[in-house]
């Protein structure tokens, strides 16, 4: 017998909207665990960095990918990801060349089916609240809890800066929204969360609140 479908929340949203924190605070609330699934593509760019390999030179990176295995689990309620037995560090993947890397890395479509398929298998194993680029357009197109958290440009920056990390978020959106392959794009379906001039905890409320109410609709 097969028990309860799984709860799956899909957040995604450019760089610096706050998606993170957010998805964090939400999975928590929801006993769900958390994965932040730009984590898996930062971890695989960082492996490509470490072997020595040019991000653009897709044909070493699709060997490098073909030879690397990945480890997605769980501590905590949190993903963690560990590529080629090396388990990822938040400093390692948040460093400045993997911030300016990453993009081009997660454009290859053979690199997305890898991931996507890692992605999925959280979903098999519990609630998830899952938060990236193509969480809700494709990862989960079936899940009626999708959210798409944005904010100005403007403010992601500060955002960034705040945190003082160099990351150049208009370039990367801009890479991350017109390549061909699962583009950042507003699912049709989703509920838009314009966090600008919101706190965080207004954001979680949003969702929490639509969460719990679409749950009651029949
Ligand atoms: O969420 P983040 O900024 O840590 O994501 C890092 C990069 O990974 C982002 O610039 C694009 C890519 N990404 C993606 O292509 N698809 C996802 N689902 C998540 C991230």
């Known amino acids: 017998m097969s028990g309860p479908i799984p709860l799956i929340v899909a957040i995604d949203g450019p760089a610096a909207s706050g998606k993170s924190t957010v998805a964090k605070a939400v999975a928590a609330a929801l006993g769900c665990v958390f994965v932040n699934s730009g984590g898996m593509y930062r971890a695989f760019t960082w492996w490509v960095l470490q072997k020595g390999i040019r991000p653009d030179d897709t044909a070493a990176v699709l060997d490098l990918l073909a030879a690397t295995r990945f480890s997605c689990g769980e501590e905590n309620g949190v993903g963690t990801v560990s590529v080629g037995g090396t388990r990822m560090t938040r400093t390692e993947m948040a460093s400045t060349e993997v911030n300016a890397n990453v993009s081009v890395i997660a454009a290859i479509p053979e690199v997305r089916d890898r991931l996507v398929a890692e992605q999925r298998r959280y979903a098999e194993r519990g609630g998830v609240v899952m938060e990236g680029r193509d969480i809700g357009s494709v990862v989960f197109p079936d899940t009626?809890?999708?959210?798409?958290?944005?904010?100005?440009?403007?403010?992601?920056?500060?955002?960034?800066?705040?945190?003082?990390?160099?990351?150049?978020?208009?370039?990367?959106?801009?890479?991350?929204?017109?390549?061909?392959?699962s583009p950042l794009v507003v699912p049709p379906d989703a509920l838009v969360v314009d966090s600008s001039d919101l706190t965080v905890d207004e954001v979680v409320e949003r969702v929490l609140a639509a969460v719990r109410n679409r749950r009651m609709t029949p």
Do not use: C, L, M, N
């Open 144 to 181: 009626p809890f999708k959210f798409y958290i944005d904010a100005s440009p403007e403010v992601r920056e500060r955002r960034r800066r705040s945190e003082g990390i160099t990351d150049s978020i208009a370039r990367r959106d801009r890479i991350d929204s017109s390549r061909a392959a």
